[in-house]
């Protein structure tokens, strides 16, 4: 559905840009449930406008709904799905057509790249969050570790929607971004992203040179698919366990630096939540969805100026390294 405007918020939407009352506008993928939400409600409660993208309508305009029912009415509901060119440019044209610009793209839209063993579609509820209590966080990971199996569709459709449905949606809206004073990229990270899962140096030099580009980062991703296929993921050197998801946000981060330098009039940063209690860890994180959200949000509105190209760490946004 084109321009899917929540209707009970839609004619505010009208008064609002019609009267140049439009502060900021960010855009946030994922924006139905998880960090994205958090992400959505926060910065709405910062006075941005919002537009809360999701892949599934209904799931969208609920969580509209519900940020409606918090007092918080400037949040647009446009669908996106990332992996899907026309439902990117259809979020593109109606941006377009009704700001002319964008100032935040927030892109939090993942996938786990795995495929969870008692899948709780097939029937399972998701654990609760107190499975998890008398465990630390290794303890935790090592849960979903076990939980979960590394099969090749998962990875390609990980690689598909962590770094090729980032890299589409940002190049789509890039023009609009470009025609902001303050143009901003926030590129939802995770410590899983850094290259020290790398045990090839090769790779991690590769990742981490000045000299990289989009065709290059392209031929590696090709090639850690044919070397996963092949069995091959730890004798190559690559991240060995939850590979595609590590390979995809290290890609990521990589090419959010490449774009920062491309774009100087732009902040293009990268930024972790923390280990968070989500659908995507089960429950088993450490971090509410506020805390995690909370450090997105506080890199989507660092001061103007402000850094561009960095990584930003989990609880308060530290800038650190890639590495
Ligand atoms: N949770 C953590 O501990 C943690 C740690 C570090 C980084 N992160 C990052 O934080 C971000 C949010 O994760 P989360 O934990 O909040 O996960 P989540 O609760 O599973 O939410 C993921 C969101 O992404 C959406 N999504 C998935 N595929 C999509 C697609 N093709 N197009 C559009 N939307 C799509 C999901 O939509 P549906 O509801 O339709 O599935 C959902 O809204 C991700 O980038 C993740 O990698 C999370």
């Avoid at 993928?29 to 537009?51: D, H, M, P, Y």
């Avoid at 997105?296 to 650190?320: W, Y």
């Amino acid at each position: 559905m084109e321009g899917a405007v929540s209707s009970s918020v839609a004619t505010r939407q009208e008064t609002l840009v019609r009267g140049s009352a439009v502060d900021r506008i960010a855009v946030v993928t994922g924006g139905n449930k998880g960090i994205g939400f958090e992400v959505c409600r926060q910065l709405a409660s910062s006075g941005v406008t919002v537009v809360l993208t999701a892949r599934d309508e209904t799931r969208g305009a609920e969580a509209v709904y519900k940020l409606t029912g918090l007092g918080l009415p400037d949040v647009i509901f446009h669908q996106l799905d990332v992996t899907d060119a026309l439902s990117i440019s259809r979020l593109a044209g109606f941006l377009k057509n009704r700001f002319g610009r964008l100032d935040i793209l927030v892109n939090n839209a993942a996938i786990g790249a795995v495929e969870l063993v008692d899948e709780p579609s097939f029937g399972r509820p998701q654990p609760t969050v107190e499975k998890f209590i008398d465990m630390d966080g290794h303890e935790r990971v090592e849960w979903m570790w076990q939980n979960c199996r590394q099969t090749y569709a998962a990875a390609k459709q990980g690689l598909q929607t962590n770094f090729d449905g980032v890299k589409h949606i940002t190049e789509a809206l890039l023009p609009l971004l470009l025609s902001s004073s303050d143009g901003r990229i926030v590129n939802v990270t995770s410590g899983f992203g850094l290259l020290r899962f790398f045990r090839s140096d090769e790779l991690k030099q590769e990742l981490d040179v000045d000299n990289l580009d989009e065709e290059r980062l392209d031929e590696l991703l090709d090639a850690f698919l044919k070397d996963f296929e092949a069995g091959a993921v730890e004798a190559r050197g690559w991240p060995a366990e939850f590979s595609a998801y590590k390979v995809a946000k290290a890609a990521m981060n990589a090419s959010s630096r490449v774009m920062a330098r491309r774009h100087p009039a732009l902040r293009v940063n990268c930024a972790d939540p923390g280990y968070v209690r989500t659908d995507m860890t089960r429950n088993s994180g450490l971090l509410a969805p506020e805390e995690g959200g909370a450090t997105v949000v506080a890199v989507a509105l660092l001061p103007e100026r402000g850094p561009t190209g960095a990584f930003f760490d989990a609880g308060g946004g530290k800038e650190t390294s890639f590495v």
